[in-house]
C-alpha cells in the first residue's frame, strides 16, 4: 500500500466518520426546528431565558455523531437531574423565591380562578385517552394544560417518560407563546363592557401574613394531597425564603443564581430528549394539539369563571383576570393587563391578575398531585 | 372504552379535589388574615400611650420663602426623563397637555 492509498483511505474513513454522511431527513428537520426556536427566542423575544437553552440542546442532540446523550456523554448524565424529577423542584424553590403571594392573600377568592383555569388540564386529559394514549400518558400530556414547564416536566418523568420530550417541548412553547393564545380566547369569551371594568384596590398585606402563608399551604395541601406535597412545599420554601428577612441571602442565591443554574441544566436536558427519531413521530403532533387545546380550554374556563364572579359580585371583578388562572408567571398576568388597557387604557390589571395567577402555580401542582397519586 | 370510563372519573375526583383544596385554602387564608389582623391590633391597642401635654412655645413665626415653581421646567424634566427612556432626544418629543392631578 503506498503513502497515496493510505492518504485516500484515511480521508474517506474520516469523510465516513463526519457528521455529514451520517445526516438524514429526521436531523435535518429537527435542526431547522431547532433554529426557528432560537431565532423566536433571540429575534423576537419569546421566553429567550427557557427556549435558547432547550432550542440549542435539541441542535447539539440532533448532530449526528455526537455523542452527547449516549451513555458517558455529558448530558447522559446532566439529564439524569431531570429523569428523576430532581430539577423541577428545585426551579419551583426559585419560583417561590421570585413570587409576591400579597396580591393572593388580599383576595383569596382569585384562588377560584386557579382552579378554574386547572379544567383544562382533565379536558385535555380526556381528549388524549379519546385518542388512545393509555391513561398515565394521557394525565402527563394534560398538564400541558396547566402551562406550568416545571410541573409538566416533574408529572412526565413519573407518569410517562418515554413522551417527555415532546411535552416539555409543548409546554414550554405555549408558555412562550401566552400573548399569541389567550388575548383571542379571553376577548370571544367576554363583552367589551366588562372588560372595561376597574377593580378596587388591593388591600395591604402584613409581613406576618406572607411568612405564615408558606407555612400553612405546605401544611395543608401535603396532608390533603402528599403527592403534591414535592412540588408546592419546594415553591412555598422559595416564598418563605423570599419573606423572612433574615434568609434573604438565601433568597437571593435562589432567585438568582441557582434559578438561573437549574434552568440551564433543565433547558438544555430537555432539549436533549427530543432525538429526531423520539421526537418526529405522529404522537408527538397529537401531544402538541392536545396541549395548545388544554391550554385554549384551561383559558376559557376560567375566563368563564372570571364571567361568573363578575356577576355575582355586581360587576366588581373583570373577568379578564380569569385568563391569569392558568399559571404562566408572570406572562398571563401581563397579558391580562394588556387586554385590559386596550379597551381601557386607565385600567391597571396587573396586580389583580397576579391572585389568580399564582393560584394557578398551586392549582396545577396540586392536579398534578392528584394525577400522580392516581396513576404512579 | 372502558380506559375513557375510568378516565372520566379521574376527571370529576381531579376537578373536586383541585376545588377542594384551594376552598380550604380561601378558608385558612381568610381565618389566619382574621387572626393576625386581631393580633396585631391588639399590640397596637396595648402599647402604652404616655400622655403628652402640649407644651406651648411661643412659635416664632418665619417666612418661608414662597417657591415659585416653573411649569415648563417640569415638562423639561418630564420630557427629557421620557426621552431618555426612550432612547431618543426631547426634540423628536411633542408634550401635547400636561394635567397637575391633587
Given at each position: ?6 492518504l485516500?483511505q ?5 469523510a ?8 438524514n431527513f429526521?436531523?435535518i428537520v429537527?435542526?431547522v426546528?431547532?433554529?426557528v426556536?432560537?431565532?423566536?427566542a ?12 432547550i ?8 448532530l449526528?455523531g ?7 456523554g455529558?448530558m447522559?448524565?446532566?439529564?439524569l437531574?431531570?429523569d ?16 409576591d403571594?400579597g396580591p393572593?392573600?388580599a383576595?383569596?377568592k382569585?384562588l ?14 380526556l381528549?388524549?385517552?379519546l ?7 394521557a ?22 417518560p ?6 416539555a ?8 407563546l401566552?400573548?399569541?393564545i389567550?388575548?383571542?380566547?379571553m ?10 371594568i376597574?377593580?378596587?384596590q388591593?388591600r395591604?398585606?402584613s409581613s406576618?401574613e406572607?411568612i405564615?402563608?408558606p407555612?400553612?399551604v ?5 396532608l ?5 406535597g414535592?412540588?408546592?412545599g ?5 416564598n418563605l425564603l423570599?419573606e423572612v ?5 438565601l ?9 438561573s443554574t ?5 433547558g438544555l436536558?430537555?432539549g ?5 427519531d ?7 403532533l ?6 395548545l387545546?388544554a ?12 364571567n361568573i ?25 401581563r397579558v ?11 385600567n391597571?390589571?396587573?396586580?389583580h391578575?397576579?391572585?389568580?395567577n399564582?393560584?394557578?402555580?398551586i ?7 392528584v ?6 | 372504552?372502558?380506559n375513557f370510563?375510568a378516565?372520566?372519573?379521574?376527571f ?5 379535589m383541585?376545588f377542594?383544596?384551594l376552598?380550604?385554602?380561601i ?12 393580633m396585631?391590633?391588639q ?17 416664632k413665626?418665619v417666612?418661608?420663602p ?14 427629557s426623563?421620557?426621552a431618555l ?8 418629543l ?6 397637575r392631578?391633587?
Amino acid at each position: 500500500m503506498n503513502t497515496m492509498d493510505v492518504l485516500v483511505q484515511s480521508i474517506a474513513n474520516f469523510a465516513a466518520e463526519s457528521g455529514f454522511m451520517r445526516l438524514n431527513f429526521g436531523y435535518i428537520v429537527m435542526i431547522v426546528i431547532a433554529c426557528v426556536l432560537l431565532y423566536l427566542a433571540i429575534a423576537k423575544g419569546f421566553e429567550p431565558l427557557l427556549l435558547v437553552p432547550i432550542a440549542f440542546g435539541i441542535l447539539l442532540v440532533n448532530l449526528p455523531g455526537i455523542g452527547i446523550k449516549d451513555e458517558g456523554g455529558l448530558m447522559y448524565y446532566l439529564s439524569l437531574g431531570k429523569d428523576l424529577g430532581i430539577y423541577p423542584p428545585l426551579i419551583f424553590i426559585g419560583v417561590g423565591a421570585m413570587t409576591d403571594f400579597g396580591p393572593l392573600i388580599a383576595n383569596p377568592k382569585s384562588l377560584l380562578l386557579g382552579a378554574a383555569a386547572q379544567i383544562g388540564i382533565f379536558v385535555a386529559f380526556l381528549g388524549a385517552l379519546l385518542i388512545g394514549f393509555t391513561p398515565e400518558q394521557a394525565a402527563a400530556i394534560g398538564i400541558i394544560g396547566g402551562a406550568d414547564g416545571p410541573t409538566s416536566i416533574y408529572t412526565a418523568t413519573k407518569l410517562a417518560p418515554e413522551l417527555l420530550g415532546a411535552i416539555a417541548v409543548a409546554a414550554y412553547s405555549y408558555m412562550a407563546l401566552v400573548p399569541v393564545i389567550q388575548p383571542p380566547v379571553m376577548r370571544m369569551l367576554t363583552s367589551k363592557e366588562n372588560r372595561m371594568i376597574k377593580m378596587e384596590q388591593l388591600r395591604p398585606v402584613s409581613s406576618t401574613e406572607k411568612i405564615v402563608f408558606p407555612i400553612i399551604v405546605t401544611i395543608s395541601v401535603t396532608l390533603l394531597l402528599p403527592s403534591a406535597g414535592t412540588l408546592v412545599g419546594m415553591l412555598m420554601f422559595g416564598n418563605l425564603l423570599k419573606e423572612v428577612k433574615s434568609t434573604s441571602r438565601l433568597a437571593e442565591v435562589a432567585s438568582n443564581g441557582l434559578m438561573s443554574t437549574i434552568t440551564i441544566l433543565l433547558g438544555l436536558s430537555v432539549g436533549t430528549s427530543t432525538s429526531a427519531d423520539k421526537f418526529l413521530t405522529v404522537e408527538t403532533l397529537g401531544i402538541l394539539c392536545l396541549g395548545l387545546f388544554a391550554f385554549v380550554i384551561g383559558t376559557g374556563t376560567g375566563v368563564v369563571f372570571g364571567n361568573i364572579m363578575c356577576n355575582m359580585t355586581g360587576k366588581k371583578v373583570n373577568p379578564l383576570i380569569g385568563a391569569a388562572g392558568v399559571s404562566a408567571v408572570p406572562m398571563a398576568a401581563r397579558v391580562v393587563q394588556k387586554v385590559g388597557q386596550q379597551e381601557n387604557p386607565s385600567n391597571f390589571l396587573l396586580m389583580h391578575a397576579m391572585g389568580p395567577n399564582v393560584a394557578g402555580v398551586i392549582g396545577s401542582a396540586i392536579a398534578a398531585g392528584v394525577m400522580l397519586s392516581i396513576y404512579s | 372504552m372502558s380506559n375513557f370510563m375510568a378516565g372520566f372519573s379521574t376527571f370529576l375526583i381531579g376537578i373536586l379535589m383541585v376545588f377542594i383544596a384551594l376552598l380550604l385554602l380561601i378558608v385558612l387564608i381568610q381565618c389566619v388574615g382574621k387572626v393576625i389582623g386581631n393580633m396585631e391590633q391588639q399590640k397596637t391597642v396595648a402599647t402604652p400611650v404616655t400622655p403628652v401635654t402640649p407644651v406651648m412655645e411661643p412659635k416664632k413665626v418665619v417666612e418661608e420663602p414662597v417657591v415659585v415653581v416653573d411649569d415648563c421646567e417640569i415638562v423639561a424634566v418630564i420630557a427629557s426623563v421620557i426621552a431618555l427612556s426612550l432612547g431618543t432626544t426631547t426634540d423628536k418629543l411633542q408634550v401635547k397637555s400636561l394635567r397637575r392631578i391633587r
